[in-house]
Every structure is written in structure tokens, then in C-alpha cells.
């Protein structure tokens, strides 16, 4: 390899580490309208997809400490979008489940994020677009793979 060319994982590396700067950049401008901090739109996308899970799935599934999760939850349900139940299981563990307001702005948040990236790639052609989408989600499941290989 010559002096001056990365190699693909250093190119990878660096091209990740600009586009997750830049993804918060036009978050934090709030140029896609409706907008909530990552965190929480990640907890609810998890729980819209899973439906009810324990604050230690959370934290497993996001590599964060409890004390950090149950932050945000706090923060979540102060806001009326998620609350806890009881497991029928284990009365010790509380689950956590939407609310019936949190699906429609979590569809209006999506909503603003896509209308942000179809903007961004206007200029792409819809192969190309279809390729980063499959080599993002492919990237993710490898990495979520190895999450769970390690627990």
C-alpha cells in the first residue's frame, strides 16, 4: 500500500467518526424541523420495535451504565412518552413501554430525519441510496451481532 493512501478500515474509521459529527451538526441546527436528542430516539425506536423491556436490556443493547439509561428514562417519562409496568414475571423489575403519545411524534421525528436525508441525497441516484441504506443496516447487525455474541 502506498504511504498515501488509508487503508480501509482507517478510511472507514475517519469517514464514520465525520458523518456521526456532521448527522449532529444538522440535529443540533434543527434544520430537519421536528427533533429529539439521539438517546431518546433511539430508547423509542427500540421500544416501538421490541414493545415492553427492562431498563438492563436498554442498557445492554446501547453499551450504556444503568445510571446513564435511567437518566434518559426519567427524562422520557417526565415527558409522558414512556412509562413502567410491573413484570409479570419478577415484581422487583419494572418494564418500560410507550405511552400512547410517543409513536406519533417518534413517526413525526422519522419523518423530519428522512425528509433531512432525502434532501441531503436529492443528487444520488436511488442505487446509490439503496447501497449506503444496505451497507449501513449491514454494518449495524454486524455490530449489534457482536454485542450480543460478547454478553
Do not use: C
Given at each position: 500500500?502506498?504511504?498515501?493512501?488509508?487503508?480501509?478500515?482507517?478510511?472507514?474509521?475517519?469517514?464514520?467518526?465525520?458523518?456521526?459529527?456532521?448527522?449532529?451538526?444538522?440535529?443540533?441546527?434543527?434544520?430537519?424541523?421536528?427533533?429529539?436528542?439521539?438517546?431518546?430516539?433511539?430508547?423509542?425506536?427500540?421500544?416501538?420495535?421490541?414493545?415492553?423491556?427492562?431498563?438492563?436490556?436498554?442498557?445492554?443493547?446501547?453499551?450504556?451504565?444503568?445510571?446513564?439509561?435511567?437518566?434518559?428514562?426519567?427524562?422520557?417519562?417526565?415527558?409522558?412518552?414512556?412509562?413502567?409496568?410491573?413484570?409479570?414475571?419478577?415484581?422487583?423489575?419494572?418494564?418500560?413501554?410507550?405511552?400512547?403519545e410517543a409513536p406519533s411524534l417518534l413517526a413525526e421525528v422519522r419523518?423530519?430525519?428522512?425528509?433531512?436525508?432525502?434532501?441531503?441525497?436529492?443528487?444520488?441516484?436511488?442505487?446509490?441510496?439503496?447501497?449506503?441504506?444496505?451497507?449501513?443496516?449491514?454494518?449495524?447487525?454486524?455490530?449489534?451481532?457482536?454485542?450480543?455474541?460478547?454478553?
Open positions: 500500500m502506498n504511504m498515501n493512501e488509508q487503508s480501509p478500515f482507517s478510511m472507514i474509521e475517519s469517514q464514520i467518526s465525520i458523518f456521526i459529527r456532521r448527522a449532529e451538526a444538522a440535529r443540533l441546527s434543527n434544520i430537519m424541523g421536528k427533533e429529539m436528542d439521539r438517546s431518546s430516539y433511539l430508547i423509542l425506536q427500540h421500544l416501538e420495535k421490541a414493545g415492553a423491556v427492562a431498563i438492563k436490556t436498554i442498557s445492554t443493547i446501547f453499551q450504556l451504565d444503568i445510571s446513564t439509561v435511567s437518566r434518559q428514562i426519567a427524562a422520557l417519562e417526565s415527558k409522558g412518552l414512556i412509562r413502567r409496568l410491573t413484570d409479570p414475571n419478577d415484581a422487583r423489575i419494572s418494564l418500560l413501554e410507550l405511552t400512547k419523518e423530519s430525519r428522512e425528509a433531512f436525508f432525502k434532501q441531503l441525497l436529492s443528487d444520488w441516484s436511488e442505487d446509490d441510496v439503496r447501497s449506503l441504506g444496505k451497507l449501513l443496516l449491514k454494518f449495524n447487525e454486524t455490530a449489534e451481532q457482536r454485542i450480543r455474541s460478547r454478553n
